[in-house]
Structures are given as structure tokens and as C-alpha cells.
T-cell receptor, first 117, second 114 residues
Framework: GAGVSQSPSNKVTEKGKDVELRCDPI?????LYWYRQSLGQGLEFLIY????????KSGLPSDRFSAERTGGSVSTLTIQRTQQEDSAVYLC???????????????FGPGTRLTVL | GQQLNQSPQSMFIQEGEDVSMNCTSS?????WLWYKQDPGEGPVLLIA?????ELTSNGRLTAQFGITRKDSFLNISASIPSDVGIYFC??????????????FGQGTTLQVKP
């Protein structure tokens, strides 16, 4: 399809294990965002990538969270030593516009539902 | 940090009724966005507002950017079953780095009874 795709759609893991979540943005989109959505809550910004610029990591909740974007396309969000409070839906969005214009042009993927037991 | 307070948290209405939800902030926003999220999907942008006082419609949806720039509302007229979902207000935090990242309200869950 032509939209943002994420995998896996669901991930169940044990406390203390590491997980990797993948995002395939829309082809040609230079801006990529990760958000976290806890049950009954709005989305919480995690990290932003734009081209080859240094990512904005200001939303990452702890140093157990990291993300990379290889070749300006696919992105991977890694959570190390998962905790139960990490359970949430992790959403990825991409935009063809950098900077402020990216605010109203983000297309979201379906998300990965992470459950930490 | 900036927060968006959205109300009501949930609504259960009869098909055909009009719906109104709003979003407020203690600080100003230069852009207000309204999204809808269906179960198992990511949010989809419904309406974008860029100017204080602006009133914008998209079919049965109408949204307004408050004059004070600290609030916005979304109205849905003549609701239908497919309006069911979670509605979010959102906006780029004022004065933050120029990245396009968004702050979201907590969401309003809408259920429509046929």
C-alpha cells in the first residue's frame, strides 16, 4: 500500500526484554515521527527525524528508548529492558514537509500495540 | 509544558443528534488540528485551523479557532454511526523547536446509537 506501515501490529513481551518496532514511512517523505499512546490518553511525542539532520529526541521518556532511521527511510524504535509502564500503542507518522509545515501534514500508521507482562 | 485539555471525555448519543467537543490550553497555539482515530488505526486529520477566529467546515464537521488562541471546538452535525471513534485536538507547541511535533488532547470518545 501507499500508506505508513508498521510492524509488528502486536507485540507481547516479558518485563526486562528488549523490543524493536519498525516503521516504513510513505515513500519520499523526509520527516518521520514516533508517538506513544497509552490507554485512554492522547498521543505523546517521542522523537522526530528530518533528512540527515540530528533527530529531535526531546520526547524520549528514558535512556531505555532509542530510535534510528537508516537511509532516510525505515525507522526502528528500540526499547531496552522493557517495563510494564511501557505498554502502549506506538504510532509512527511521516510527512513530506520538514519543520513547522510537518505539523499539519502527518500521515499516521496503524501503530504497534506493545504489551509488557 | 503545554497541555491540551479536551472535553468531554466521552459521549454517547443518538444517531441524528449534533455533537460538540472542545479543547483548551493555558497557553496559546498558532495552529489547531482535529483528528479522528478509528479502532486499530492511526489518527486521520479532519480539519486544520491557522488563524484566530477562523471557522472551517468539512462536510458535517465544523471547527473554530478561538479568538484568544487558547481554545478550539469541533461540532458534528446530524451524527451517523460511522462517526464513532476517538476525536483528538492537537497542535504544535508554541515556542518549541521548529520540528512539526504535535501535542495532543486526551481525546473524546464518541459512540452513536443507531
Amino acid at each position: 500500500g501507499a500508506g505508513v506501515s508498521q510492524s509488528p501490529s502486536n507485540k507481547v513481551t516479558e518485563k526486562g526484554k528488549d523490543v524493536e518496532l519498525r516503521c516504513d514511512p510513505i515513500s519520499g517523505h523526509t520527516a518521520l515521527y514516533w508517538y506513544r499512546q497509552s490507554l485512554g490518553q492522547g498521543l505523546e511525542f517521542l522523537i522526530y527525524f528530518q533528512g540527515n539532520s540530528a533527530p529531535d529526541k526531546s520526547g524520549l521518556p528514558s535512556d531505555r528508548f532509542s530510535a534510528e532511521r537508516t537511509g532516510g527511510s525505515v525507522s526502528t524504535l528500540t526499547i531496552q529492558r522493557t517495563q510494564q509502564e511501557d505498554s502502549a500503542v506506538y504510532l509512527c507518522a511521516s510527512s513530506s514537509y520538514p519543520g513547522a509545515k510537518g505539523a499539519d501534514t502527518q500521515y499516521f500508521g496503524p501503530g504497534t500495540r506493545l504489551t509488557v507482562l | 509544558g503545554q497541555q491540551l485539555n479536551q472535553s468531554p471525555q466521552s459521549m454517547f448519543i443518538q444517531e441524528g443528534e449534533d455533537v460538540s467537543m472542545n479543547c483548551t490550553s493555558s497557553s496559546i497555539f498558532n495552529t489547531w488540528l482535529w483528528y479522528k482515530q478509528d479502532p486499530g488505526e492511526g489518527p486521520v486529520l479532519l480539519i486544520a485551523l491557522y488563524k484566530a477566529g477562523e471557522l472551517t467546515s468539512n462536510g458535517r464537521l465544523t471547527a473554530q479557532f478561538g479568538i484568544t488562541r487558547k481554545d478550539s471546538f469541533l461540532n458534528i452535525s446530524a451524527s451517523i454511526p460511522s462517526d464513532v471513534g476517538i476525536y483528538f485536538c492537537a497542535g504544535p507547541p508554541f515556542g518549541s523547536s521548529n520540528t512539526g511535533k504535535l501535542i495532543f488532547g486526551q481525546g473524546t470518545t464518541l459512540q452513536v446509537k443507531p
